[in-house]
């Protein structure tokens, strides 16, 4: 498999150069910024890219912007994002064009090499990769009156790891259940969620992905916050 | 007055004919009119007094009392319509709507906002009635109308009683007078309707000519003078209040005495400002702050060369305020000036005074009321008495003549004798020019002060903080490292002897730096959160309502990025604020509303949750309330039993950058 890096710091671009070396992982180019980042996907073709958040010159969001840039130039292209903190808005961000082939992790994933490559892999096929902690915070997110609240504890863990971007067999063997059970759990998730069930693990991940990333409060309830609908929303829509 | 109306009075009025619009039943009917009409007229005045009494007892509302006063100014129009021939149209003002709640909860009346419907309806019922020019037409003809419209009014009926009486003893003239009676009912009652029309219709918008206008000024100068008189005692007695209470109680009660004083003195001087135009400012040095304690607890306060040490922060709070005030020349000047305005005014405004008030209410008003009783009871009714009553002194002058006389030479030299008081008094109320410097550099000197301790607590609140980072970067993180050192140095020398446990304990190394590194987030998260660096406010914000564990809308206007502290502080106290919000109120929605206007950050966190929120000592919306401190921002707080709680922060700050920043909800993806 061919990669593109792009990471500024010195040391965990080599550690990660040698890491994904190790597992057949190669890399094509290592870049500092994001203009670079465009420039040697143009040039490289590679298979994925594993993109910094924050680069170059203005180490801000810099990374995600440029992995957006380069899924807008090449739909679907996949894009591992790594951060040293993850926030939903990235997340958001990453997942809002509804394609696969979007992973954002934090670096830490990395020390667990097995499950990282394989992280990578996944994305790199169209599947997703989303950290333990932003599916946490997606679900965090949502009030005691949203579908999720309905949820059991052992479905809410399915669901998180599925979020993750899992396959059927990780999350069983996780779980210590069979196959079998976790079909259950999951027509009994989708049930609860209001979500057609599919038998495409990939298009089941990003349904619920969709889902969570979409959570809007119920236009049908009254919003006390709101409460008189003809004031217009000062900033617009 | 339409012209249309004033048309249809004279064509239905008996004036062309023998014959009135109702017959010759008209002529029977319309002394009894008028003798009806006439005790109308009897009933303003007392209703006046009912009026003024109930409006300024306030319950249940002033425009109770006026608004109920409008049935009889509201009948003799229907009268003046039915009997005298002169439509008059209803001259009052619509009712104002009852208010609207807006969607925070609060009713809003001008700048001042009620959680109750009750006083806002209240002060706009109250404004409808006072600025209705109606109000005050309708006023002055219960007052006007005994004397003219009664007299109108009550003429037949008394010519017709007066005849009847006399018309055995003499014939010829009792006769006389009751067909006059009888002739002129009709024409007196639509007379009576036409005066009815001046006051009653509707106000005409012309402004007033040169004459009127200058009378208007003459009329308000004398009753401001005469009202400057009656206070002038006032002032008296405030003088004489705050010269008991140093003889008694210097300390406690004289300080009360000065400040109620300063209130009476202030509202004067807006009062000489708005009748004169002679502007006086406000002379008073600002309170000084609270005094802070020493070490022991007692509180040291020196005055002049001396000095004394408080026991209580009472005692020295009573000291400092009694200090306050007795140095300041402002407390003196005004005693003077209260104690100087009664023999003022005496010197300059009794003359006129008399000359109006006894010149109106002696010999006009009192004329009027005996002549028109004489005249309606025929007791004491001669043609001498009518043409020429007695003046003390001066008999051959008709009382009503000299009244006004007197009246127009007071109200001619009031406005001048008002300016000469206003230039008298602004000598002592105003400030000196020492005391206008002395104020300035008072105002710049407890500026600095504030300053000095914002800055002081800011600096401490930011020891604090680093100290704290300190010690968790050294419980933590740094000795996590510590034990990946140790434990990695553990596993090299045993991976020879025994690989199993080696690669054990390079697993819980690995263990432990993952720990350490979340560790190491979290405080990061703590000092300044990597996604406000990264977008701003606006982003970071609704970051914060999506990570909430309830539905919170973000609606932002911020045309540009403020200072890095400022941004971190707001998005510090709205992270509280959501906490609390899902946590303690149990709230399932809220909206939060950045926005920038006129150079202020305002912040509105609005939940749905049960309220009952107070900013209590040491609590989180008290951290809020002391990091806005070091901005000189404010928290204020409505959190009533049952909710909604709505926090408002505001922060005078400048933006950068003129980048606009859109508004999104909740889980809608930003661009």
Same mark, same amino acid.
């Given at each position: 498999?061919?990669?593109?890096l792009?990471?500024?710091?010195?040391?965990?671009?080599?550690?990660?150069?040698?890491l994904?070396?190790?597992?057949?992982?190669?890399?094509?180019?290592?870049?500092?910024?994001?203009?670079?980042?465009?420039?040697a996907?143009?040039?490289?073709?590679?298979?994925?890219?594993?993109?910094?958040?924050?680069?170059?010159?203005?180490?801000?969001?810099?990374?995600?912007?440029?992995?957006?840039?380069?899924?807008?130039?090449?739909?679907?292209?996949?894009?591992?994002?790594?951060?040293?903190?993850v926030?939903?808005?990235?997340?958001?961000?990453?997942?809002a064009?509804?394609?696969?082939?979007?992973?954002?992790?934090?670096?830490d994933?990395?020390?667990?090499?097995?499950?990282?490559?394989?992280?990578?892999?996944?994305?790199?096929?169209?599947?997703?990769?989303?950290d333990?902690?932003?599916?946490?915070?997606?679900?965090?997110?949502t009030?005691?009156?949203?579908?999720?609240?309905?949820?059991?504890?052992?479905?809410r863990?399915?669901?998180?790891?599925?979020?993750?971007?899992?396959?059927?067999?990780?999350?069983?063997?996780?779980l210590?259940?069979?196959?079998g059970?976790?079909?259950k759990?999951?027509?009994?998730?989708?049930?609860?969620?209001?979500?057609?069930?599919?038998?495409?693990?990939?298009?089941?991940?990003?349904?619920?992905?969709?889902?969570?990333?979409?959570?809007?409060?119920?236009?049908?309830?009254?919003?006390?916050?709101?409460?008189?609908?003809?004031?217009?929303?000062?900033?617009?829509? | 007055?339409?012209?249309?109306?004033?048309?249809v009075?004279?064509?239905?009025?008996?004036?062309?004919?023998? /014959?009135? +619009?109702?017959?010759? *039943?008209?002529?029977?009917?319309? #002394?009894?009119? @008028?003798?009806? !009409? =006439? $005790? %109308? &007229?009897?009933?303003?005045?007392?209703?006046?007094v009912?009026?003024?009494?109930?409006?300024?007892?306030?319950?249940?509302?002033?425009?109770?009392?006026?608004?109920?006063?409008?049935?009889?100014?509201?009948?003799?129009?229907?009268?003046?319509?039915?009997?005298?021939?002169?439509?008059?149209?209803?001259?009052?003002?619509?009712?104002?709507?009852?208010?609207?709640?807006?969607?925070?909860?609060?009713?809003?009346?001008?700048?001042?906002?009620?959680?109750?419907?009750?006083?806002?309806?209240?002060?706009?019922?109250?404004?409808?009635i006072?600025?209705?020019? /109606?109000? +005050?037409?309708?006023? *002055?003809?219960?007052?006007?109308? #005994?004397?003219? @419209?009664?007299? !109108? =009014? $009550? %003429? &037949?009926?008394?010519?017709?009683?007066?005849?009847?009486?006399a018309?055995?003893?003499?014939?010829?003239?009792?006769?006389?007078?009751?067909?006059?009676?009888?002739?002129?009912?009709?024409?007196?009652?639509?007379?009576?309707?036409?005066?009815?029309?001046?006051?009653?219709?509707?106000?005409?918008?012309?402004?007033?000519?040169?004459?009127?206008?200058?009378?208007?000024?003459?009329?308000?100068?004398?009753?401001?003078?005469?009202?400057?008189?009656?206070?002038?005692?006032?002032?008296?007695?405030?003088?004489?209040?705050?010269?008991?209470?140093?003889?008694?109680?210097? +300390?406690?009660?004289?300080?009360?005495?000065?400040l109620?004083?300063?209130?009476?003195?202030?509202?004067?001087?807006?009062?000489?400002?708005?009748?004169?135009?002679?502007?006086?400012?406000?002379?008073y040095?600002?309170?000084?702050?609270?005094?802070?304690?020493?070490?022991?607890?007692?509180?040291?306060?020196?005055?002049g060369?001396?000095?004394?040490?408080?026991?209580?922060?009472?005692?020295?709070?009573?000291?400092?305020?009694?200090?306050w005030?007795?140095?300041?020349?402002?407390?003196?000047?005004?005693l003077?000036?209260?104690?100087?305005?009664?023999?003022?005014?005496?010197?300059?405004?009794?003359?006129?005074?008399?000359?109006?008030?006894?010149?109106?209410?002696?010999?006009?008003?009192?004329?009027?009321?005996?002549?028109?009783?004489?005249?309606?009871?025929?007791?004491?009714?001669?043609?001498?008495?009518?043409?020429?009553?007695a003046?003390?002194?001066?008999?051959?002058l008709?009382?009503?003549?000299?009244?006004?006389?007197?009246?127009?030479?007071?109200?001619?030299?009031?406005?001048?004798?008002?300016?000469?008081?206003?230039?008298?008094?602004?000598?002592?109320?105003?400030?000196?020019?020492?005391?206008?410097?002395?104020?300035?550099?008072?105002?710049?000197?407890s500026?600095?002060?504030?300053l000095?301790?914002?800055?002081?607590?800011?600096?401490?609140?930011?020891?604090?903080?680093?100290?704290?980072?300190?010690?968790?970067?050294?419980?933590?993180?740094?000795?996590?490292?510590?034990?990946?050192?140790?434990?990695?140095?553990?596993?090299?020398?045993?991976?020879?002897?025994?690989?199993?446990?080696?690669?054990?304990?390079?697993?819980?190394?690995?263990?432990?730096?993952?720990?350490?590194?979340?560790?190491?987030?979290?405080?990061?998260?703590?000092?300044?959160?990597?996604?406000?660096?990264?977008?701003?406010?606006?982003?970071?914000?609704?970051?914060?309502?999506?990570?909430?564990?309830?539905?919170?809308?973000v609606?932002?206007?911020?045309?540009?990025?403020?200072?890095?502290?400022?941004?971190?502080?707001?998005?510090?106290?709205?992270?509280?604020?959501?906490?609390?919000?899902?946590?303690?109120?149990?709230?399932?929605?809220?909206?939060?509303?950045?926005?920038?206007?006129?150079?202020?950050?305002?912040?509105?966190?609005?939940?749905?949750?049960?309220?009952?929120?107070?900013?209590?000592?040491?609590?989180?919306?008290?951290?809020?309330?002391?990091?806005?401190?070091?901005?000189?921002?404010?928290?204020?707080?409505?959190?009533?039993?049952?909710?909604?709680?709505?926090?408002?922060?505001?922060?005078?700050?400048?933006?950068?950058?003129?980048?606009?920043?859109?508004?999104?909800?909740?889980?809608?993806?930003?661009?």
């Amino acid at each position: 498999m061919r990669v593109v890096l792009a990471e500024d710091v010195y040391l965990l671009r080599e550690g990660l150069t040698h890491l994904l070396r190790a597992h057949d992982v190669e890399i094509v180019a290592a870049v500092e910024t994001g203009a670079e980042l465009l420039d040697a996907l143009a040039r490289h073709r590679p298979h994925a890219a594993i993109v910094d958040v924050r680069l170059p010159p203005g180490y801000t969001d810099e990374g995600v912007r440029a992995a957006i840039e380069a899924r807008t130039r090449h739909p679907g292209f996949p894009v591992l994002v790594l951060s040293q903190y993850v926030e939903q808005i990235y997340a958001r961000e990453l997942l809002a064009d509804g394609a696969g082939g979007v992973g954002y992790l934090l670096k830490d994933r990395v020390f667990d090499t097995g499950h990282f490559v394989d992280a990578l892999r996944r994305v790199a096929a169209g599947g997703t990769a989303m950290d333990p902690e932003v599916i946490a915070k997606l679900l965090g997110g949502t009030s005691p009156l949203h579908p999720v609240a309905s949820l059991s504890p052992r479905e809410r863990e399915v669901l998180q790891l599925m979020a993750q971007g899992r396959s059927n067999a990780a999350i069983a063997g996780q779980l210590y259940i069979s196959e079998g059970t976790l079909g259950k759990h999951i027509a009994a998730i989708f049930a609860k969620l209001g979500l057609q069930a599919t038998d495409d693990t990939n298009r089941r991940v990003l349904a619920v992905l969709a889902f969570l990333n979409h959570a809007r409060p119920d236009p049908a309830r009254p919003d006390p916050a709101r409460p008189d609908p003809a004031r217009p929303d000062p900033a617009g829509p | 007055m339409r012209r249309g109306s004033r048309f249809v009075g004279y064509v239905s009025a008996p004036l062309r004919g023998l /014959a009135p +619009a109702g017959g010759f *039943a008209g002529y029977v009917t319309a #002394p009894l009119r @008028g003798l009806a !009409l =006439a $005790g %109308l &007229a009897l009933l303003g005045p007392p209703l006046l007094v009912v009026i003024f009494v109930g409006a300024h007892a306030g319950l249940p509302s002033p425009a109770f009392f006026v608004e109920h006063g409008r049935r009889l100014p509201e009948l003799a129009r229907r009268l003046a319509g039915r009997w005298g021939g002169v439509e008059i149209a209803s001259p009052y003002r619509p009712a104002p709507p009852p208010p609207v709640r807006d969607p925070d909860g609060w009713h809003r009346d001008g700048d001042a906002l009620f959680r109750s419907a009750f006083p806002p309806a209240y002060l706009a019922r109250l404004r409808w009635i006072a600025r209705d020019p /109606a109000t +005050a037409r309708d006023l *002055a003809w219960l007052l006007l109308n #005994p004397p003219i @419209g009664g007299v !109108l =009014a $009550g %003429l &037949a009926p008394a010519l017709i009683g007066g005849g009847l009486a006399a018309v055995w003893s003499h014939r010829p003239a009792g006769a006389a007078a009751l067909l006059l009676g009888l002739a002129l009912g009709p024409r007196l009652l639509h007379l009576h309707a036409r005066w009815t029309r001046v006051l009653l219709a509707p106000s005409s918008r012309r402004a007033p000519g040169r004459v009127a206008a200058a009378a208007g000024a003459r009329a308000a100068a004398g009753a401001r003078l005469c009202a400057s008189v009656v206070l002038s005692g006032v002032a008296m007695v405030f003088a004489v209040t705050q010269v008991v209470a140093i003889g008694l109680m210097p +300390a406690r009660l004289w300080p009360e005495t000065v400040l109620g004083s300063r209130r009476f003195v202030s509202w004067r001087r807006a009062r000489i400002g708005a009748w004169t135009g002679v502007r006086i400012a406000e002379p008073y040095r600002p309170e000084p702050p609270p005094p802070d304690p020493e070490p022991d607890g007692s509180y040291r306060l020196g005055w002049g060369p001396v000095g004394t040490v408080h026991r209580t922060r009472a005692a020295a709070l009573r000291a400092r305020r009694f200090g306050w005030l007795a140095r300041d020349r402002a407390s003196w000047r005004d005693l003077a000036w209260l104690f100087l305005e009664a023999p003022v005014a005496a010197v300059l405004f009794a003359g006129p005074a008399v000359l109006i008030v006894g010149g109106l209410a002696g010999l006009c008003w009192l004329w009027l009321w005996t002549e028109a009783l004489g005249l309606l009871t025929g007791l004491t009714w001669s043609p001498d008495d009518l043409l020429h009553a007695a003046v003390p002194g001066w008999p051959g002058l008709p009382a009503p003549v000299a009244g006004l006389a007197a009246a127009a030479l007071g109200l001619a030299v009031a406005p001048a004798l008002l300016r000469c008081h206003a230039l008298l008094s602004r000598s002592l109320l105003g400030p000196t020019r020492a005391a206008l410097l002395t104020g300035r550099v008072d105002t710049l000197t407890s500026r600095v002060d504030t300053l000095t301790s914002s800055r002081a607590r800011l600096r401490d609140a930011q020891a604090a903080e680093l100290r704290r980072i300190e010690r968790d970067l050294h419980d933590g993180a740094q000795a996590r490292w510590v034990a990946v050192g140790m434990t990695l140095g553990a596993a090299e020398g045993l991976i020879d002897r025994d690989p199993e446990a080696a690669r054990a304990m390079i697993a819980g190394a690995k263990e432990m730096s993952v720990t350490a590194l979340a560790e190491l987030r979290e405080l990061i998260r703590g000092i300044h959160p990597p996604v406000l660096a990264d977008r701003g406010l606006a982003d970071a914000v609704r970051t914060l309502a999506m990570d909430a564990p309830l539905e919170a809308e973000v609606r932002v206007r911020l045309p540009g990025r403020t200072a890095a502290p400022i941004e971190a502080a707001v998005y510090f106290a709205v992270s509280e604020l959501l906490t609390n919000a899902a946590k303690h109120a149990a709230a399932s929605r809220a909206l939060v509303e950045l926005r920038h206007a006129d150079g202020v950050l305002t912040v509105t966190v609005t939940d749905d949750g049960r309220g009952g929120a107070v900013i209590g000592r040491g609590g989180g919306l008290h951290g809020i309330r002391r990091r806005l401190d070091g901005f000189d921002g404010v928290l204020t707080l409505s959190s009533p039993p049952g909710g909604p709680t709505v926090a408002t922060l505001e922060i005078p700050c400048a933006l950068s950058s003129p980048r606009m920043s859109t508004s999104s909800g909740k889980g809608s993806p930003t661009s």
